[in-house]
């Protein structure tokens, strides 16, 4: 369990010491300054969400956040090097409107019909905006992956930190992956333009498979912990764990490309399905 008065404190530290700072932190994070007060005090809990911007805000992780470290063992995977952002500390508020923007209209319109000077429109900024914060359209695509792979590390953190029981962490964890409308579902539709890029282009597979691997990790150490419990049988957590990964990928395909009779709700059941029958060994 996360250490709250140490959570406390390094949120503290991370607002400026001026007039008015803790009302800006507040509007920046999108949170009430009152919550914020309370949160600060210890009367209230950061919810999983506020954790998150407060990550994204600042320039740190949650688990930063929740433990004093980046590479706390925690309830997931930390990210590689290799996937982490180039940018330390936080970042400037153009450049992180230059990624979200990138993202969003990859994820509409694909890697192929997004060129800089699109980007440049919708954010409001000139193309040599863009270039100044990235030289290439690649080095957008590749700083917006590792933005959303610190994003994802610190979602699952935020979520699963309180969860003990290793069934209901892993039922989450699968909830936080699935399609759902909006953010999840703009990060599926990039990441299947990522697969068909490392296809055809080695120089994209190191950041793909390392993000990868993180994900691969999590469930398998989420497996290992719930065998340690006794609520999942005692089987190969690696070979599980691939066919775990394999299910939710083939499943997550079918519901971005619309094959009939696919959906969200029908990928979560047979998910849950997957983890009461082989995982938690109910259909042995």
Same mark, same amino acid.
């Given at each position: 369990?996360?250490?709250? %008065?140490?959570?406390?404190?390094?949120?503290?530290?991370?607002?400026?010491?001026?007039?008015?700072?803790?009302?800006?932190?507040?509007?920046?994070?999108?949170?009430?300054?009152?919550?914020?007060?309370?949160?600060?005090?210890?009367? $209230?809990?950061?919810?999983?969400?506020?954790?998150?911007?407060?990550? #994204?805000?600042?320039?740190?992780?949650?688990?930063?956040?929740?433990?004093?470290? %980046?590479?706390?063992?925690?309830?997931?995977?930390? @990210?590689?090097?290799?996937?982490?952002?180039?940018?330390?500390?936080?970042?400037?508020?153009?450049?992180?409107?230059?990624?979200?923007?990138?993202?969003?209209?990859?994820?509409?319109?694909?890697?192929?019909?997004?060129?800089?000077? +699109?980007?440049?429109?919708?954010?409001?900024?000139?193309?040599?905006?863009?270039?100044?914060?990235?030289?290439?359209?690649?080095?957008?695509?590749?700083?917006?992956?590792?933005?959303?792979?610190?994003?994802?590390?610190? $979602?699952?953190?935020?979520?699963?930190?309180?969860? +003990?029981?290793?069934? %209901?962490?892993?039922?989450?964890?699968?909830?936080? /992956?699935? @399609?759902?409308?909006?953010?999840?579902?703009? #990060?599926?539709?990039?990441?299947?333009?990522?697969?068909?890029?490392?296809?055809?282009? @080695?120089?994209?597979?190191?950041?793909?498979?390392?993000?990868?691997?993180?994900? *691969?990790?999590?469930?398998?150490?989420?497996?290992?912990?719930?065998?340690? /419990?006794?609520?999942?049988?005692?089987?190969?957590?690696?070979?599980?764990?691939? /066919?775990?990964?394999?299910?939710?990928?083939?499943? !997550?395909? /079918?519901?971005?490309?619309?094959? @009939?009779?696919?959906?969200? %709700?029908?990928?979560?059941?047979?998910?849950? +399905? *997957?983890?009461?029958?082989?995982?938690?060994?109910? !259909?042995?």
């Amino acid at each position: 369990m996360a250490d709250t %008065d140490g959570l406390r404190d390094r949120v503290r530290g991370l607002i400026p010491a001026k007039p008015g700072a803790q009302r800006e932190f507040a509007t920046a994070i999108g949170l009430d300054e009152t919550k914020l007060s309370k949160s600060l005090k210890g009367t $209230r809990r950061f919810s999983p969400h506020e954790l998150v911007r407060v990550a #994204e805000h600042s320039g740190v992780t949650v688990n930063w956040l929740l433990n004093g470290s %980046d590479d706390a063992v925690t309830v997931t995977a930390v @990210p590689t090097a290799s996937a982490s952002s180039t940018q330390d500390g936080p970042q400037p508020e153009t450049r992180r409107r230059i990624l979200e923007t990138a993202w969003e209209l990859i994820a509409e319109r694909g890697y192929h019909h997004v060129r800089i000077a +699109d980007i440049a429109k919708a954010c409001g900024q000139s193309t040599a905006s863009i270039h100044y914060h990235f030289p290439t359209k690649k080095a957008v695509l590749t700083e917006a992956l590792r933005r959303n792979v610190k994003l994802a590390f610190d $979602r699952q953190v935020a979520e699963l930190h309180t969860i +003990d029981n290793a069934r %209901d962490r892993l039922l989450r964890l699968v909830e936080l /992956q699935l @399609p759902t409308d909006g953010l999840l579902h703009d #990060e599926w539709s990039v990441w299947l333009q990522v697969w068909n890029e490392s296809a055809l282009n @080695p120089e994209m597979r190191e950041l793909y498979w390392d993000s990868y691997d993180r994900w *691969f990790h999590t469930i398998a150490m989420t497996i290992r912990r719930g065998q340690e /419990q006794g609520v999942f049988a005692e089987r190969d957590p690696d070979a599980i764990t691939t /066919q775990l990964s394999a299910l939710v990928d083939g499943l !997550g395909i /079918q519901v971005l490309t619309g094959k @009939p009779g696919s959906s969200v %709700d029908a990928m979560r059941e047979h998910l849950k +399905d *997957f983890i009461d029958r082989t995982i938690a060994g109910k !259909g042995l």
